[in-house]
């Protein structure tokens, strides 16, 4: 019986903490412009959501680091891209979880000026994304986006694109017409 309390009391002691710092959410002022993001981090599958009201950029958009999937809703556009996450660039869970907490943002690996430019054929089967990535861009055409290559100048319309803010230390830009629209 005395195994038994001790075991729980190591299991509360140990195990309540470790699962509080799996599951984090912050909402924060962006800066620079009008409007919050909310950032959940799921650790345990491996996901980010994130809910930009910026008026200057309204998006929602989901981080699948076990997929390597990032996935964004752009209301400017009324439309979803899905684009394949390069891990060596993108800032880990725990960079983004530290971030969250310290709301700094000295130390985390560059990332402005990725760009992503849309690719013309409509994504057909959600469902294989995932439920986040089918709930996220449930109603609204997705397209894939392919990240261009460091250096390579784009003949692409500075109209055509949208900026998308991530904390104060991830910017990405995603370009191109959709088609039919």
């Known amino acids: 019986m005395l195994e038994k309390i001790a075991s729980s009391v190591l299991m509360t002691t140990f195990l309540i903490p470790s699962l509080a710092l799996m599951n984090t959410s912050d909402s924060h002022p962006l800066d620079g412009s009008v409007g919050t993001q909310t950032i959940h981090i799921d650790s345990l599958r491996g996901m980010v959501s994130i809910q ?3 008026v200057l950029s309204d998006w929602n958009g989901i981080m699948d680091y076990k997929n390597a999937l990032l996935a964004a809703k752009l209301f400017s556009k009324m439309a979803c891209v899905l684009a394949k996450m ?3 660039v993108f800032p880990s869970l725990n960079d983004i979880a530290q971030a969250l ?3 700094a943002s000295g130390h985390y ?7 992503y430019t849309i690719l013309p054929s409509r994504v057909k089967n959600l469902a ?3 439920v986040p990535v089918k709930d996220l861009c449930r109603g609204v055409p997705t397209y894939f986006a392919q990240q261009q ?5 784009l003949e692409m ?3 055509s694109c949208s900026e998308l803010q991530f904390l104060s230390f991830m910017g990405l830009s995603i370009c191109g017409e ?4």
């Open 101 to 103: 907490g310290k709301q």
């Open 86 to 88: 390069d891990l060596a």
């Open 128 to 130: 294989q994304y995932g």
């Open 109 to 115: 690996p560059p990332t402005r000026g990725l760009t």
């Open 149 to 153: 290559k460091e250096g390579t100048a």
């Open 52 to 54: 930009d009201n910026n």
């Open 157 to 159: 319309d500075p109209d």
């Open 178 to 181: 959709i088609p039919g629209l």
